[in-house]
């Protein structure tokens, strides 16, 4: 009820509204709906690792030969890791979508002009680097598991 009638749905790189939409249109609810559907998307993918770490011939992975020659047990480092990561992805997307939702509910009720600095940029920095920082550890403990392996 404290929305507008018009509310900005796109954005320019400058933050500054570009497209704009009805609040009846319902079409300002994806940025709502977005994050619970790639919240699922992740953990549809966890499971599809799962599904990995009963046939590993399915996956890519560094020293994939080797990789191959390990016990299941041995392999449960890298899987964990691969699940954390789809983890945390979602959950920083997740934060991305939530500021980005508040930052156009400031535009949409005057609040603002533009979408604020801090509701893009700590989001994408943090979405960053958790997608940096879990593929250097995907890669590492792939690399330290199969370091051994002939």
Known sequence: ???????PV?????GVP???TSRSSGEYLLIFMAPPALTLLMYVLSL??????KNPRSINVPNKEKFLKLTPEERTPF???LDALFYSTAAAVNLLFLLIAV???QVATGADDRLPLWSIWPGLAVVMAFAVG???RL?????RITKDVK
Do not use: K, Q
């Open 18 to 20: 570009d497209r704009w």
């Open 134 to 136: 879990n593929t250097v």
């Open 1 to 7: 009820e404290r929305l507008p009638e018009m509310i």
């Open 139 to 143: 890669m590492r403990i792939s690399y």
């Open 10 to 14: 796109h954005f320019g790189i400058d």
């Open 48 to 53: 599809l690792s799962r599904a990995g770490r």
């Open 79 to 81: 899987f964990t890791a």
């Open 103 to 105: 930052g156009m509910m």
